[in-house]
């Protein structure tokens, strides 16, 4: 089964989506991890600490409490507020207590304490209860946050960095397609020349032969196209103004050429003019409606209606074939993508571009239902 382009490159894609995914969840698991031994770690000090308190307020005269005041001075990351059951501060630490109003100060923390931190509760054989809040050190709090921050910096980097490529690769695909377009007008101008001589020969040598008027008009046909390749890449000129005209003589070359069992309609509702290409135009339109004759099969009907909405030229392309899988809607437009056994999949792509890029309009898929049939929607600004 062939696999286009277009599907390798989605494959890529979404192998690197779901590397990285792979990464920022195991990251992301292993910090929690050490986040979770972290924790348990404070816990066990806040509950030393809370006995050390303990000890001190309850010791005897004469009792060395050299060890406990040690191990409430090495609490200098936790903060912590020791209450009585009846909610009376006993001692706190680290809480940068300010000189004016301490206690409305020591009050506020100890409800944000409630509200969002954690309680140990000791008893005592007297029965007296106290209870110790405490939050997490501020190293805890940046190592909870670590994790995000980094998958963020990693998601910033990768999408500037697939960006950046993506803009390098689209670059050099550009230059590869003009290099190739400009190449192949000029292989064709030479065979071309030489066809264009004969036939002035034929012609003056068979002055009543009727053929001839039908191999002239493939020869003309023959120099738009070497035209159009030779515009590629560089801006177009876009002086013709008589979009009808362009759109008639389009419809009228291919109507003699898709063959008898495909009906080829044309709806106008009167001239307006805008600026375009008229080579480039008839390009696209002749691209567009071989598509539709690809898709019936041989048999069926090409409808090309131009009508006029506020400021807009609009050009509706509909054909009875065979439709769109909604799968391969959204991959249409992207240069390599093809339903064809053969093809290269640029038709649409450099439509698209020759719209929007070179004459400033919009090239949509418009409607598309499988077994029914597509229209494609060309918006085109009036001069």
């Known amino acids: 089964m062939k696999l286009d382009v277009y599907t ?10 779901a590397f990285g995914t792979i990464i920022g969840l195991a990251s992301l698991f292993y910090t929690e991890s050490f986040l979770k031994e972290l924790r348990a770690e404070e816990e066990l000090k806040i509950k030393r600490w809370a006995e050390a308190v303990e000890a001190v307020f309850f010791a005897e005269d004469d009792v060395n409490l050299s060890f406990y005041t040690q191990i409430i001075q090495d609490n200098k990351t936790i903060p912590v507020i020791l209450t009585d059951s009846k909610g009376t501060i006993i001692a706190h630490r680290n809480l940068n207590t300010p000189e004016t109003n301490p206690e409305k100060y020591l009050l506020r923390k100890l409800d944000e304490f409630k509200s969002s931190g ?3 509760e000791n008893s005592y ?4 209860v106290n209870f110790l809040y405490y939050k997490g050190s501020n190293l805890l709090t940046k190592l909870r946050l670590y994790p995000l921050i980094l998958l963020c910096v990693i ?10 490529f993506s803009n390098a690769r689209r670059s050099e695909q550009n230059k590869v397609w003009t290099g190739m377009a400009k ?23 068979y002055p009543k032969e009727n053929a001839f008027g039908e191999m002239e008009k493939d020869i003309d046909r023959l120099t738009d196209i070497t035209d159009r390749f030779s515009k590629i890449g560089s801006q177009p000129e876009r002086t013709d103004k008589d979009l009808d005209n362009t759109i008639e003589k389009t419809v009228d ?4 050429r898709l063959g008898n069992k495909i009906t080829l309609s044309l709806d106008m509702d009167g001239s307006r003019a ?13 691209n567009m409606i071989k598509n539709s004759a690809d898709a019936m099969d041989g048999s069926g009907t090409i409808s090309v209606e131009k009508r006029t909405q506020s400021n807009r030229m609009i050009v509706l392309i ?3 074939g065979r439709g769109i899988t909604q799968a391969d809607q959204r991959k249409i437009f992207e240069p390599g993508f093809t339903s064809k056994s053969r093809g290269w999949g640029l038709g649409l792509s450099l439509a698209k571009r020759i719209i929007e890029e070179y004459h400033g309009g919009k090239l949509t898929l418009e409607q598309s239902i499988p077994g029914e049939g597509t229209t494609f929607k060309i918006s085109l600004p009036i001069a």
């Not at 390798?8 to 989506?17: P, T």
């Open 155 to 164: 998601g910033v980097y990768m999408l500037i960095s697939y960006m950046a």
């Open 125 to 128: 054989a007297d029965g007296q």
């Open 8 to 17: 390798r490159k989605i494959h890529w894609k979404i192998a690197l989506i």
């Open 183 to 205: 190449e192949t007008a000029h292989q064709i101008g030479t065979p071309l020349s030489a066809l264009m001589g004969w036939l002035g020969y034929l012609k003056e040598q």
């Open 253 to 256: 070359y291919l109507r003699s």
């Open 118 to 120: 954690s309680v140990l």
């Open 274 to 286: 805008s600026n375009h290409n008229q080579q480039l135009i008839s390009w696209v339109l002749e």
């Open 318 to 320: 509909k054909d009875t």
